[in-house]
């Protein structure tokens, strides 16, 4: 079973906006990272959080981790049509090995 | 682009078949980990390499197996093909056993008839 559990499972909204997604785990981690994929290609690491921290910006991404109750979320503001992709979050709990939920799939309408 | 790269783009087998999928990782990188991705699903950690050793093995029966070679790229060999290993397969490389960040190549899928 996946480690990590994204909701919602598909996001629509306008461009403009901003997109939050989340992410539950179930055990321990030593970092949890957030990735992006296009069209089934390969994914790209966006950003990570390690255990010992609460919250995190990358350009327009913040991401904020809550290990108390095993969760994280992923916000990007004024989204834009490229945006659209699926994003994963993934915890690593043993060195290297990442466990990826099943994705959020998001939709930036021109 | 990461600079991991992955051969073949795609690959159509049939049941029972063999296949080869091969991966390039970055330069500077000696740790390379496969992954299964199934459509509509998140990718599932099949094992990883470590300066030519397995260092790790997700829940994936014996006939997925894989080699690293001294120049650090991989191989992912899947034995007697199912439908089920119908999926995109990715590999990604880091550099050394507990690196946080992995880079992704884009895939190779796999098609099973």
């Known amino acids: 079973s996946q480690q990590g559990e994204e909701d919602p499972q598909a996001l629509s909204i306008q461009e403009g906006e901003n997109a939050t997604m989340n992410c539950s785990y179930k055990?321990?981690?030593?970092?949890l990272q957030w990735y992006r994929q296009n069209s089934g290609r390969g994914l790209v690491h966006l950003i990570l959080?390690?255990?010992?921290?609460r919250e995190k910006h990358s350009g327009r991404l913040r991401v904020t981790l809550d290990t108390s109750k095993k969760s994280s979320s992923l916000l990007i503001t004024a989204s834009r049509a490229a945006d659209t992709a699926s994003y994963f979050c993934?915890?690593?709990?043993?060195?290297?090995?990442?466990?990826f939920g099943d994705g959020t799939t998001l939709t930036v309408k021109p | 682009e990461t600079g991991v790269t992955q051969s073949p783009t795609h690959l159509i087998k049939t049941r029972g078949q063999q296949v080869t999928l091969r991966c390039s990782s970055q330069?500077?990188?000696?740790?390379v980990s496969w992954y299964q991705q199934a459509l509509g699903q998140g990718p599932q950690f099949i094992f990883q390499?470590?300066?030519?050793?397995?260092?790790g093995r997700g829940n994936f029966p014996p006939r997925f197996s894989g080699l690293q070679f001294p120049n650090y790229s991989s191989e992912l060999n899947v034995n007697a093909l199912e439908l089920d290993d119908s999926a995109l397969y990715l590999c990604?490389?880091?550099f050394g056993r507990g690196a946080e960040t992995q880079y992704f190549g884009p895939g190779t899928r796999l098609l099973v008839l």
């Open positions: 330069s500077g990188h000696n740790t």
């Open positions: 990604a490389s880091s």
């Open positions: 055990t321990s981690i030593n970092n």
């Open positions: 390499y470590y300066r030519e050793e397995e260092n």
């Open positions: 993934a915890t690593v709990a043993n060195a290297g090995k990442s466990t």
């Open positions: 959080i390690r255990s010992n921290e």
